[in-house]
């Protein structure tokens, strides 16, 4: 005669309660992680939108990247679709570059006076350049006449020296 073996304890996640119980747990963690990740990116989103509602802020965001930081593809997402006028401009700038090399100094660029007029889609912002020359004080001003246009906000479209 044959003993019957004794019923055999089932393992911890053999039960069927327990995988349900399991693979809800981890359905939930993966859903709250793509709510965070979605999150994450809408305010990523709109804290790094290039803001182009107000004709001074744009362009303030486009002299920085265009005298300060010179960074042609930066400056560009505040021009006008058409390209723009900033003949004047980039010999400004190439005329501080060569400065700074000739004289072996470095040449920090501000701006002030942001007087802005605006008829319909365009717009003036009248600004002052300053030149310091580092360490040693030396600076000159020029006034300066930006246009702007509003092609689904605020654009630069070509810098005049007056």
Known sequence: MVTPKPPRKRGRLQSRRARLALALGAGMMALLCLGGVGVFIALYDEATEIKRTEPDAV??????????????????????DSGGDFTQLVQYRDDTVSREKEFSVGISITWSSLAVETTGANGNVGVDLIR???????????SWQIALVDQDGWRVCGATKV
């Open 59 to 80: 362009v303030d965001s486009f002299l920085g990247a265009f005298l300060v930081t010179r960074d042609d593809n930066e400056a560009k997402l505040y021009q006008c």
């Open 132 to 142: 310091t020359i580092a360490g040693q004080g030396g600076r000159d001003s020029s």
